[in-house]
């Protein structure tokens, strides 16, 4: 690149002093105009024979312009945020303490000092690296081009990226997630058909076509549940919404359909609790009886599992000595509680977390439920004895 003879291009120094604010500032460690001047000179002074690409003067004029026009004080942040992705503020500094500035207070002219506010904050950013580093369905290419991209927009006190030990047996290198997520979500908005190959791991750890896949299906929602991305998927068969990994569909071809079961105004928090394990199939009102002893927290579990709609009550006299074997009073005396849950969810996941906690919880209706937990429990039960 031909290196200016003028110290400085000013159809580039709105670029420096962004590149400059969006690496080295935020609201706890804002920059005057005369640090962000030295900085600019320093990384970019390469393009001029002189060293210097930008004066004092110019950043000045150029933040003032910026501050007092697109990101003027006392305007919502939060909506320039959402239009724009970030925002300069400008701030002076007034018995050691930052401040917003506004141009009226006083008439000599305080130091200003500006920072660059991402729409990301330090926490989101942080959530979004560490969920993304621990998902072993990531390759360690595909985990490392996401930290990478994501690290680019910290601010400051953003931690320095350390990276876990992402290679080995822990990883699946050959994994087609993102291109899956890519493709599934372009035939989604496409209100498009897919015709699916869904897949279950073998004895050699390689994916197989489960039996009679591939399958027509219609695309509705790609959601994270249980610590993986699954499809939500009308099926013609089941005439209901089936839920597959998305890390275990290895075949994905768009079909073009008359467009007829998809879901408007899809909720996906209401869909995750209401399928617990996503498990698919039609919803019903199952009971449960929840053991509560001050100190198991059984009711983390449930809000985690089923949601804040699950409705919880103290269980009855007559509903704890019909299906348990003592009292109430007799429980209470031993510092134990007992829930009744009750809540809309598919039987099948229900079934599922019962059988998991089942020192802590029982399925008093539908009988049918109930039944199939108490097969599961007694089959379990013969394999240890």
Not at 262 to 284: A, T, W
Not at 301 to 328: C, M, P, W
Request: net charge neutral.
């Amino acid at each position: 690149m031909a290196k200016s003879k003028k110290p400085e291009s000013s159809r580039l120094n709105l670029f420096y002093i962004l590149q400059i604010l969006s690496g080295y500032s935020d609201e706890e460690h804002p920059m005057s105009a005369s640090e962000i001047r030295d900085k600019v000179n320093e990384e970019f002074g390469y393009l001029s024979s002189t060293g210097t690409v930008i004066s004092l003067d110019t950043v000045k004029r150029t933040l003032e312009e910026l501050t007092e026009r697109i990101f003027p004080a006392g305007l919502n942040y939060n909506e320039l945020l959402y239009r724009y992705g970030y925002c300069v503020s400008c701030l002076m500094k007034k018995g050691g303490v930052y401040r917003t500035y506004h141009a009226a207070e006083g008439s000599q002219a305080p130091k200003k000092y500006y920072y660059y506010e991402n729409s990301l904050k330090t926490a989101e950013l942080l959530t979004l690296k560490d969920a993304i580093e621990t998902y072993s369905y990531f390759s360690e290419e595909d985990i490392t081009d996401i930290v990478r991209k994501l690290v680019k927009l910290r601010p400051k006190s953003f931690p320095k990226s350390k990276y876990f030990d992402v290679a080995g047996e822990a990883r699946d290198e050959d994994s087609l997630l993102l291109m899956n997520i890519e493709e599934l979500n372009r035939i989604i908005n496409n209100r498009n058909g897919a015709n699916i190959t869904y897949c279950y791991y073998n004895t050699d750890k390689k994916l197989t076509p489960r039996p009679g896949y591939p399958k027509a299906v219609e695309p509705i929602h790609l959601m994270w549940s249980n610590g993986y991305y699954y499809l939500l998927a009308y099926h013609e068969k089941y005439h209901n919404i089936v839920s597959m990994r998305i890390d275990r569909i290895t075949d994905i071809e768009e079909t073009e359909i008359e467009n007829t079961h998809r879901v408007e105004n899809f909720n996906p928090v209401r869909y995750r609790y209401e399928h617990p394990v996503m498990f698919g199939g039609k919803k019903e009102t199952i009971v449960l009886l929840c053991r509560d002893t001050g100190k198991n927290y059984i009711m983390n579990t449930i809000v985690d599992v089923f949601g804040k709609n699950a409705k919880v009550s103290q269980a009855s006299d007559e509903l704890v000595e019909k299906y348990l074997k003592h009292s109430r009073k007799y429980y209470e005396e031993k510092g134990i509680t007992w829930l009744r849950v009750s809540l809309e969810s598919t039987p099948g996941g229900v079934e599922l977390w019962a059988t998991q906690y089942c020192n802590d919880c029982l399925v008093i209706s539908p009988e049918e439920s109930r039944d199939r937990v108490k097969k599961r429990l007694y089959a379990g039960i013969e394999y240890y004895s």
